[in-house]
Every structure is written in structure tokens, then in C-alpha cells.
Nanobody, 119 residues
């Protein structure tokens, strides 16, 4: 069974970099035609796609983040990570890591982790 687990600080100060890591088990982030994705949900708002890293290392980002997001991976640990620079309180959200098969949809989600950006 595929499992994803987010980890990282739950509190970040404004202007600092928000950093999260997703540990994947039950699947390899390089072996299948999947896109390993970060999504967030601010309090009281809908889901927002942040970006994805493909099984072959391709990168995709939401333009709305204006270049602040960076996704990387550690294939030896089967992990992928998110860094969001110049954080503001508007970046406060529950952050999810997700598996998105190339054929469409998102089939496995982490439980989510709340990150609060203090002003």
C-alpha cells in the first residue's frame, strides 16, 4: 500500500523559508509514471496546487506563487521536498503531499500538516 507522510516545522516566521519533506513508502518516486505533488489548503479556503515533480525529475509550479516554490527529491531516501521562500501569513495552510498518476487524478494523499506563518 502506498503511503505518504509530510514532515517539517509547524511554525515559520514571516520572510523565512517554509520547508517540508514527504516520505513515500510502497512506491518508488522514480519507478512509475507518477507526479509527486504538493497541494495546500488555507483555512476556510479550497485546495491549491503548488507544484509537482515527475518520476523522471521534471518540475512544474503554480504561476500564482511567483517563483517562490522549489521542489526537489532525494531518490536514495524516496522523499521529495518543498521549499517556499519569503513566507507570509497568507501561506498558512494545511500542506499535503500527493501521488498523481500520469493518467490523471490524485490517488494517494498524506494526512496533511498544518504550517502557520507568524507575522
Amino acid at each position: 500500500q502506498v503511503q505518504l507522510q509530510e514532515s517539517g516545522p509547524g511554525l515559520v516566521k514571516s520572510s523565512q523559508t517554509l520547508s517540508l519533506t514527504c516520505s513515500v513508502s510502497g512506491d518508488s518516486i522514480t519507478a512509475n509514471t507518477c507526479y509527486w505533488t504538493w497541494i495546500r489548503q488555507p483555512p476556510g479556503k479550497g485546495l491549491e496546487w503548488i507544484g509537482s515533480i515527475g518520476y523522471e525529475g521534471s518540475l512544474y509550479y503554480s504561476p500564482s506563487l511567483k517563483g517562490r516554490a522549489s521542489i526537489s527529491r532525494d531518490t536514495s531516501k524516496n522523499q521529495f521536498s518543498l521549499q517556499l521562500s519569503s513566507a507570509t501569513p497568507e501561506d498558512t495552510a494545511v500542506y499535503y503531499c500527493v501521488r498523481a498518476p500520469a493518467g490523471g487524478g490524485m490517488d494517494y494523499w498524506g494526512e496533511g500538516t498544518l504550517v502557520t506563518v507568524s507575522s
